[in-house]
């Protein structure tokens, strides 16, 4: 399957500091919704996402060492990095506001930018993630490094979001994973991430505290990630609302785009 039979996007490219940035365009209009993806993911990941989020402008963003984004030859993986590469790939869009939708790792990217550039950010999601771990760097739960073909991709990105539409997860095995050297369909990232989750070394409570903008936090009914943490990350920020998704696993733009497309515009409202 070619990727433009997913539906017709806009590929972008910013240099970063250590090469490009990727993003897709999924098009619409008006204030840009700009969605950072997991460490697993991709791009791609929002596919279904931006399609019920239709007419409204949706951005997605490979982050470093992800996607058709640079690796880093130093393994500069901390959130930090992804917060500068943020800045730069946000700046290239000369909008004055944005709001941005992060899972995962992703989330805690958009998190500390928000607290940095609070002008910047009009709305912040923050879904399904801790803002620290007891796991360490290290402790990366195995996955496979290659399929044989495109196929044993997709079965097994179906096999890990069971709920997922089969739209949203062809988007992923399709963008996400690409031909290696030896001819096999491998993940879309730098091998790095096949043992290191670098977010782990971070603390992001206090962040949490610095937030100004509307704030929503989206928590998965079947997802490591604790609903009492969760909570308590609500109640760090006044104002903000904690919405659960029954019916998804941890990674809710895949596994139940719909729903979380749905929270997204009763949060943003017209």
């Given at each position: 399957m070619?990727?433009?039979?997913?539906?017709?996007?806009?590929?972008?490219?910013?240099?970063?500091?250590?090469?490009?940035?990727?993003?897709?365009?999924?098009?619409?209009?008006?204030?840009?919704?700009?969605?950072?993806?997991?460490?697993?993911?991709?791009?791609?990941?929002w596919?279904?996402?931006?399609?019920?989020?239709?007419p409204?402008?949706?951005?997605?963003?490979?982050?470093?060492?992800?996607?058709?984004s640079?690796?880093?030859?130093s393994?500069?993986?901390?959130t930090?990095?992804h917060?500068?590469?943020?800045?730069?790939?946000?700046?290239?869009?000369?909008?004055?506001?944005v709001?941005l939708?992060g899972?995962?790792?992703?989330?805690?990217?958009?998190l500390?930018?928000?607290?940095r550039?609070?002008?910047r950010?009009?709305?912040?999601?923050?879904?399904?993630?801790?803002?620290?771990?007891e796991?360490?760097v290290?402790d990366?739960?195995?996955r496979?490094?290659?399929?044989?073909?495109y196929?044993?991709?997709?079965?097994?990105?179906?096999?890990?979001?069971?709920?997922?539409?089969?739209?949203?997860?062809?988007?992923l095995?399709y963008g996400?994973?690409?031909?290696?050297?030896?001819?096999?369909?491998?993940?879309?990232?730098?091998p790095?991430?096949?043992?290191r989750?670098?977010?782990?070394?971070?603390?992001?409570?206090?962040?949490?505290?610095?937030?100004?903008?509307?704030?929503?936090?989206?928590?998965?009914?079947?997802?490591?990630?604790?609903?009492?943490?969760?909570?308590?990350?609500q109640?760090?920020v006044?104002?903000?609302?904690?919405?659960?998704?029954?019916?998804?696993?941890?990674?809710?733009p895949?596994?139940?785009p719909?729903a979380?497309?749905a929270?997204?515009?009763?949060?943003l409202?017209?």
């Amino acid at each position: 399957m070619a990727l433009t039979e997913l539906g017709p996007v806009r590929h972008h490219v910013v240099e970063g500091a250590i090469g490009p940035l990727h993003s897709i365009d999924y098009g619409g209009s008006g204030q840009p919704i700009v969605c950072i993806h997991g460490v697993t993911g991709s791009a791609w990941g929002w596919h279904d996402v931006a399609a019920a989020l239709a007419p409204r402008h949706v951005i997605a963003l490979d982050m470093r060492g992800h996607g058709d984004s640079a690796w880093s030859p130093s393994g500069a993986y901390d959130t930090a990095d992804h917060v500068g590469d943020l800045e730069k790939q946000l700046d290239a869009l000369d909008v004055e506001q944005v709001t941005l939708v992060g899972s995962s790792w992703g989330a805690l990217v958009a998190l500390e930018y928000s607290a940095r550039h609070p002008h910047r950010v009009a709305h912040l999601a923050i879904v399904d993630i801790e803002p620290s771990f007891e796991a360490r760097v290290e402790d990366v739960p195995p996955r496979p490094r290659e399929f044989e073909s495109y196929e044993g991709a997709l079965a097994w990105v179906e096999e890990s979001n069971p709920r997922a539409p089969r739209s949203a997860a062809t988007a992923l095995a399709y963008g996400a994973f690409a031909p290696d050297a030896t001819g096999h369909i491998a993940p879309k990232h730098d091998p790095f991430f096949f043992e290191r989750w670098p977010f782990r070394n971070g603390d992001h409570w206090e962040t949490l505290t610095n937030l100004s903008c509307p704030t929503l936090f989206v928590h998965a009914g079947f997802t490591f990630v604790q609903g009492e943490v969760m909570r308590r990350m609500q109640e760090s920020v006044p104002g903000s609302r904690l919405v659960e998704i029954a019916e998804a696993g941890h990674v809710i733009p895949v596994d139940n785009p719909e729903a979380l497309a749905a929270e997204l515009v009763d949060f943003l409202g017209s």
